[in-house]
């Protein structure tokens, strides 16, 4: 079981008119009553559905413990202990904290204001005191006296001590309880309040009772570290910055701002920012407050809108909101540029000589403005103005020379040139306290000062001031002399001479004397376009013999001494003239006062200068090159080269050395120039991958590779020759590309390049020369022949197939033995022999000889023969497929009977005619 406690004082201090609000902070709510049962009531149901009751044991006839008619839960002379409990409430997992809000009224308006004599223990028992316990409520001295209130979270503990919350005599106390609870590792708990009270005339309520659940790092948020604590909401949100977005002036919008806004307590993943800006989301590009506990929010707009910026923690009771109008004319309505490039490059003239080139972008509504370019390379190199087209990329191109200088600048400026007539620039140190640099960061201590101030900061007193005001005094706060620079004040519309006013005032001294010496002194002076330095208006001392103490008034011929009018401690206005023209104007004002009640004071400085054609500037920084030669440029084509006409050569091996870093190819002469027979004309960074395809026929060419000239080196240069020779074209042909062995010689027909020479594959018998086939020489086969044209380069090359085939050769015919003249025998009996074994040959027979392969005139269609009378019969075997054949005649004998029919056969060598 733990407590909430607070003390009499605690609560004596906590006299306030207005009830805090309840759930500051918005986490897990798991209790709320606001007592809206109806008047009377002792029990009721929380908004989360959790029950609670009362009881008053003591309470006689007309004493209350109830809800009362104004909606809170009141008690009134309950005559000891009465107590409100509620039933047990679920703790979320997780929750470290509970924190116990409650408003409590020791009056209990509405009707039911009594005397408020609540008394505490220690004023109970004759000043004695009682116990102060719960326990001894009603014994002691306690009882019919001490008043109080105790509250009790009981978490399933033993009992508490007692304490006293509230009570004192003679008080009419209200106010609101706030109180963290560790409740780490518990699931529910139980809250009691206790009430007591003696008397008609003392009353007590509480209201709005809120528990809340904080887990640990909804508490670190809410910076509850400890019991007792109550939430803080952390989250803060600054005062909003408005200024000119740089970057935006040189594009296209000149009215774009930045907002920037600080913020604090945050740093947790629970922040939420949303950032409005023209009725549109925007984005921050500052800090992050869900990493960040405390930075700078930044976010664009435009000048007009209206903007919020909301941060929420979902911790504190509402997010921190800050809405603002960004006022119009804020930002400068100038001209528009961007520099898009600068390039240096050495310029390859053998010398260090460097060329500069400039682009830039200009995109004023006046299409004719000046433009003023400056090229610093620890010098001026060159300063033009030209007239510029509006919104065309332009290029400015100056020649340097290189002096080792790393960096240098160039400074554009470009400014309308049309006029809208002048005005006045202002510096009054009141709304426009800008425009202006200090050599020393402002200072004082009322006495010893440097800066802007009125007349209720420093320890000076002059007639007729206005507002703030620039002043100095004994300046040894800043370094002697001191300086206030204003510069780029355009003056481009204006003639000679420009004019000059500016407020001044010195104080008398402590002892109403004047206190400036002989070396003390104020400076106006001026210069245009960064040229020499001219005086404006000189404050001096006046000389009155001993150099000390004297009074301060305008050097009117710049000799060192004041001999014009005196400078008072009345303000006074002082004018002057401003020689030449240009277009911008530095004014600087110099002050050197050491010495104790040595002063000046000056305001409103005002110079003509140019309403119209406003100006802008640009600049960047470019690396000047190292235009020197660190060693000589070499190339080396490689070649000669030999192609054939109608081909392409790829110089692979051509190559650039030295500080080459490029090379080109040329052509020099040949049957032609032109010069798209080159892949490429261009400066390339590797000469080896160029290639060239000849385009007029056989010849030499002589083609060119040179070097660029890097730095202050010469380029180098080497020609090649190309000799295209002549694609010579041959095709073969044998008429008769087949042939048996025992046939004619195959000749070919050559078409193209003749002369060439003829071989054959291995195993034909062929002349190189004629090409003429010896078939009867080669064995049976099929053979490639190839014709070569010639030696040269282009030569060509043609085949053709020829084909031997074999032929067969009959060796003997062995015919039957044919008994007598009407014996029928069968001619597929007579025995033929082929001495070549021929493959795919069919033997036919025939009564004359055949003269091909194919005749078929005079064949005998039946194999069965009956002879009466000798006779000769040829027998043919052929391979039609090829037409090679061999043709041997046999011849038959027949016997007369009387022989016994035994005929004599006669045998003949076989032949193929």
């Known amino acids: 079981m733990k407590k909430l406690q607070y003390s009499t004082l605690f609560i004596l201090a906590i006299v306030i008119t207005c009830i805090l609000p309840n759930n500051l902070f918005a986490q897990t709510i798991i209790f709320t009553e606001s007592f809206d049962e109806a008047a009377g009531s002792m029990m009721g149901t929380s908004t989360e559905g959790v029950n609670w009751s009362a009881t008053c044991p003591d309470c006689a006839a007309g004493d209350t413990y109830e809800v009362s008619p104004s909606g809170a839960f009141r008690g009134n002379d309950t005559n000891g202990p009465a107590t409100w409990c509620t039933d047990p409430i679920s703790i979320p997992a997780g929750t470290q904290y509970i924190v116990l809000e409650m408003d409590f009224d020791a009056t209990e308006g509405g009707g039911y204001a009594g005397s408020g004599n609540l008394e505490t223990a220690d004023e109970c028992n004759s000043g004695i005191g009682c116990a102060g316990t719960v326990a001894s409520a009603t014994t002691g001295g306690c009882d019919n006296c001490w008043d109080f209130v105790y509250f009790e979270v009981d978490e399933g503990g033993g009992n508490i001590t007692n304490e006293v919350l509230l009570g004192q005599s003679g008080t009419a106390d209200e106010g609101s309880i706030c109180q963290a609870i560790d409740v780490t590792g518990s699931t529910e708990f139980k809250l009691s309040l206790v009430l007591s009270m003696w008397a008609s005339a003392e009353f007590l309520s509480f209201d709005n009772i809120t528990v809340t659940a904080y887990d640990s790092g909804e508490a670190t948020a809410a910076n509850i570290t400890a019991e007792g604590a109550c939430p803080v909401c952390l989250l803060e949100l600054g005062t909003p910055t408005v200024s000119c977005n740089d970057s935006a002036f040189e594009g296209a919008n000149t009215d774009a701002v930045e907002i920037s806004i600080p913020f604090s307590g945050a740093g947790s993943s629970t922040e939420v920012l949303t950032l409005m800006a023209g009725g549109a989301a925007a984005t921050n590009t500052g800090d992050d407050p869900a990493t960040m506990a405390s930075g700078t929010i930044t976010f664009a707009a435009t000048e007009g809108d209206s903007y919020s910026i909301s941060l929420d923690n979902n911790i504190c009771s509402a997010p921190e909101v800050v809405n603002g109008t960004v006022e119009m004319d804020l930002c400068p309505a100038a001209c528009m540029m961007s520099i898009q490039q600068v390039t240096a490059v050495c310029s390859n003239d053998g010398t260090t000589n460097y060329d500069l080139c400039i682009d830039f972008t200009h995109s004023n509504p006046d299409a004719n403005a000046l433009v003023d370019i400056e090229v610093n390379d620890g010098s001026v190199i060159t300063s033009s103005s030209n007239v510029v087209t509006t919104g065309n990329i332009q290029q400015q191109k100056y020649t340097g020379i290189a002096d080792g200088d790393t960096t240098a600048d160039v400074d554009i400026t470009i400014r309308e040139s049309g006029g809208g007539g002048s005005g006045n620039f202002v510096i009054d140190f009141d709304g426009n306290d800008t425009g202006y640099t200090l ?150 004002i110099t002050v050197d006062l050491d010495s ?31 235009c020197s030669c660190p060693e000589n440029p070499t190339v080396n084509p490689d070649g000669p080269y030999t192609i054939c006409d109608g081909t392409t050569i790829v110089f692979t091996d051509a190559a650039i050395g030295g500080a080459a870093t490029t090379g080109t190819w040329a052509i020099v002469s040949g049957p032609s120039t032109n010069a798209t027979q080159l892949s490429d004309t261009n400066p390339v960074a590797d000469p080896s991958t160029v290639s060239f395809t000849p385009d007029g026929g056989a010849g030499t060419y002589v083609l060119s590779l ?56 291995l195993g034909l018998v062929i002349d190189a020369i004629t090409g003429f086939v010896d078939v009867s020489a080669t064995q049976p086969g099929t053979y490639m022949v190839t014709y070569t044209s010639s030696t040269n380069t282009c030569r060509a090359t043609a085949t053709d197939e020829v084909t031997i085939h074999p032929v067969p050769e009959i060796a003997a015919i062995t015919a039957p033995t044919i008994a007598c003249p009407t014996q029928m025998f069968d001619l597929t009996t007579l025995t033929v022999t082929d001495n070549n074994n021929v493959a795919s040959t069919t033997t036919t027979y025939h009564t004359v000889m055949p003269t091909s392969a194919t005749d078929t005139a005079n064949e005998l269609t039946g194999a069965a023969l009956t002879l009466t009378a000798d006779a000769s019969i040829f027998v043919m075997v052929a391979n039609t497929a090829t037409g090679c054949f061999d043709v041997a005649s046999v011849t038959i004998d027949i016997p007369d009977c009387a022989a016994s029919c035994n005929p004599t056969i006669l045998t003949f060598p076989a032949n193929n005619e």
């Open 439 to 588: 050599s020393s960061p402002q200072s004082g201590n009322g006495v010893d000062y440097w800066g802007v101030f009125d007349d209720s900061g420093i320890t000076v007193s002059f007639t007729g001031s206005s507002g703030n005001y620039f002043a100095s005094q004994d300046d040894s706060a800043a370094p002697d002399p001191s300086t206030i620079t204003i510069a780029n004040i355009d003056i481009s519309c204006l003639s000679s001479p420009i004019s000059f006013s500016v407020d001044l005032a010195e104080d008398d001294a402590d002892d109403n004397g004047e206190d400036w010496d002989l070396a003390d002194f104020v400076h106006f002076d001026y210069s245009i376009d960064g040229g020499t330095t001219q005086n404006l208006l000189w404050i001096e001392s006046v000389p009155d013999g001993d150099a000390f103490n004297t009074v301060p008034a305008i050097d009117t011929d710049f000799d060192g001494d004041g001999d014009g009018t005196n400078i008072t401690d009345t303000w006074t206005t002082f004018t002057s003239n401003i020689t030449g023209t240009g277009n911008l104007l530095t004014l600087t």
């Open 706 to 761: 040179t070097s660029d000239a890097p730095l202050s080196c010469v380029a180098a240069t080497q020609n090649v020759n190309v000799v295209v020779e002549t694609q010579e074209t041959a095709t073969l042909t044998y008429m008769d590309d087949m042939e048996c062995m025992d046939g004619s010689d195959l000749s070919p027909t050559i078409t193209g390049t003749m002369g060439g020479t003829y071989a054959g594959s």
């Open 596 to 626: 104790g009640d040595e002063d000046i004071a000056f305001d409103n400085i005002q110079i003509q200068s140019c309403t119209s054609g406003a100006s802008c500037s640009t600049s960047t920084t470019y690396t000047e090159p190292d």
